[in-house]
């Protein structure tokens, strides 16, 4: 099976005229923007769409055009209708989609963009390239093979995908190609640096009030090898912090020097754990993370674990110290 297939792709899309768009849930950067980017493909093709994911929209990405228009799915809910024809952008497996997945017709026809390369497949055409620094920049090509003439707003999006997920060209998806796009964005009328002040500079009153928390709980094993940091419920609730905020913690653990694997552990409920995994290069977190039924990039990954706060801990950084013995 061809997992990058354009001209399957551009017939899925021709050959329909009302799409459901959907992405992974705690949406990213390159999430949104990959969501918004193929709103604006579908559009200029004068084709409906509806856009929709199983959370809100963190505040931080708001400014992007459109993304005032994205609807929320929230588990339990019954959709108002069905949709026949689904894109799901960014996301490794169907189980990602979340409470979104209930606006899906039974038997409906999926195509499948994104650049993670533990995505299984799912759908029923793949526009799957794991060398792509970010799902936004699957769409570039899209909008260029399907001849959709560019405006800013597009080109805002597909350099915020680009600019979010390689951390502001500094990790190693930070290709030749992602830099010729996001100068080829530029020049198409992204307003660069507004995108970075808003997104890799400013930060919310309640995440630095998190940070100042998590640092409390940051712990080593394996001779300082393996780092983390925990975020409880009441950490959220006293620090009045949102999901976004905590976007980018796992990062303080990461980046300690002689570490090779950083986790953030985030008690969602009582008895769930959401894993962030990031690795210095030594160690394949995907795989890592695959092993307890998550997945991600490389070094990247993530997975969430039914069981207590620090069963999680223990679990976890057990099985990552055998790992590197
Ligand atoms: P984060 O730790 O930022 O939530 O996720 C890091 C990477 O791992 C992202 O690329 C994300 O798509 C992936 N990821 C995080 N959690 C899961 C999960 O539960 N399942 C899968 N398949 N991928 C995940
Ligand atoms: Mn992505």
Redesign the pocket.
Known sequence: MNLFDLERAKAFIRDGDDFLLVT?V?P?GDAVSSLLAAGLLLESLGKRHTPVIGDRVPGRLRFLAGSGSIRTATPGETPERLHDRVIALDC??FS?IGPAAAWCAPGARLLNIDH?P?NDGFGDVTLIRPDASATAEILYELVGAMGVPWSRELAECIYTGILTDTGGFRYQNTTPAAHRIASEMLERGADGSRIAERLLERLSHSHVLLLKRALATLSFDAGNRISWLTVTRADMEETEAKAEDLEGL?NYSRNIEGVEVGILFKEVDEGKVKV??RSAGTVDVAAF?KSFG????VR?????LHMPLPEAVRTIVGALRGLMA
């Open positions: 992974h705690q990213d490794a497996d990602r993670h533990t796992v962030s995994l993370a998550g997945g991600g990039h990247a990954a993530g997975v969430t």
